[in-house]
């Protein structure tokens, strides 16, 4: 049986459950056996990169906002900040997890010209069905495994980062195809949809209006909005609040933050305008569920 992991816990416990021989210092994890961890029920927003892959049974999943069905084999990549929830899954499920911390992956993409194009890809495109694609990555995770178990070197990091790069570069070249006129109208909406996510995920503490996002990517209000419904199934401002409700939750549980320091965090006017929105969003008063979740 899967051990559960609370959301705000699951850092200090894949540390203690993780030998050396399965990780590279705090930048690499590497969980071969699902029996291990299970990943937290409920919206959640990661700060680490995660690839889980499905060799057995079936997910469906939502990755920021959007649904997927996802069925062995397969492989679900998803990078830091990212509002991640598993909705239901078999009973037969088996994956294998590698997570990687945001400082790793950031440095996977420094030259943000260059690595913009696959770095949207990754995003745009988390799940890749298909036996060959589980193939590679169990040949990459085979060799991530040999790599970290390598004693005396000092070069496992590089060695690591070079090596996930072009695993990453290989899922991108498998997605690029000739686009017809009709793939290329749909792709615009993915690039806008993308788009409104990456900004969402950058301001959404500071700004919670759909007016400023649309504003930002010189569309309307309507347009976005039907965009991001078309693209997500949720409607662009239920979409910025899961973002700014599943900070708030990790703010009220990980923290001794008091619930004006969070209000003035996440930039509402007062702690009264805050308590509204979080009842008003999730039934309870930011109190309420501090209580109830310790």
């Given at each position: 049986m899967a051990e559960k992991i609370p959301y705000v816990k699951w850092r200090e416990r894949i540390n203690q459950i993780v030998p050396d021989e399965y990780r590279i210092g705090n930048d690499v994890f590497i969980l071969p056996q699902h029996k291990l961890f299970q990943l937290p029920e409920g919206h959640f927003k990661t700060d680490v990169t995660t690839i889980i892959i499905y060799e057995k049974g079936w997910v469906r999943v939502s990755i920021?906002?959007?649904e997927y069905m996802v069925q062995a084999p397969s492989v679900v990549t998803f990078l830091p900040d990212t509002i991640y929830k598993v909705l239901e899954c078999s009973e037969d499920l088996e994956y294998k997890i590698v997570i990687y911390s945001k400082n790793f992956t950031d440095n996977l993409f420094l030259n943000l010209d260059r690595m913009h194009p696959l770095r949207s890809s990754i995003q745009n495109h988390?799940?890749?069905?298909?036996?060959?694609?589980?193939?590679?990555?169990?040949?990459?995770?085979?060799?991530?495994?040999?790599?970290?178990?390598?004693?005396?070197?000092p070069y496992k990091l590089e060695a690591a980062k070079h090596l996930t790069l072009a695993t990453f570069y290989s899922f991108s070249l498998a997605r690029h195809n000739v686009a017809t006129d009709q793939e290329t109208r749909i792709g615009r909406k993915d690039e806008l949809y993308g788009a409104f996510v990456e900004l969402v995920r950058r301001h959404f503490r500071t700004c919670h209006d759909v007016a400023f996002y649309a504003d930002k990517l010189c569309v309307t209000v309507k347009y976005l909005s039907q965009v991001v419904k078309e693209k997500s199934g949720t409607p662009a401002l239920e979409f910025i609040e899961q973002y700014v409700i599943t900070?708030?939750?990790?703010?009220?549980?990980?923290?001794?933050?008091?619930?004006?320091?969070?209000?003035?965090?996440?930039?509402?006017?007062?702690?009264?305008?805050?308590?509204?929105?979080?009842?008003?969003?999730?039934?309870?008063?930011?109190?309420?569920?501090?209580?109830?979740?310790?």
């Open positions: 920021d906002m959007r988390p799940v890749q069905e298909g036996g060959e694609h589980v193939y590679v990555y169990n040949k990459y995770l085979s060799m991530l495994i040999d790599l970290t178990k390598r004693s005396g070197s900070e708030c939750k990790a703010l009220l549980l990980s923290t001794k933050m008091s619930i004006q320091k969070i209000a003035d965090e996440l930039h509402f006017p007062s702690q009264s305008v805050f308590g509204k929105y979080f009842k008003r969003v999730t039934g309870l008063s930011p109190r309420d569920y501090r209580n109830q979740e310790n």
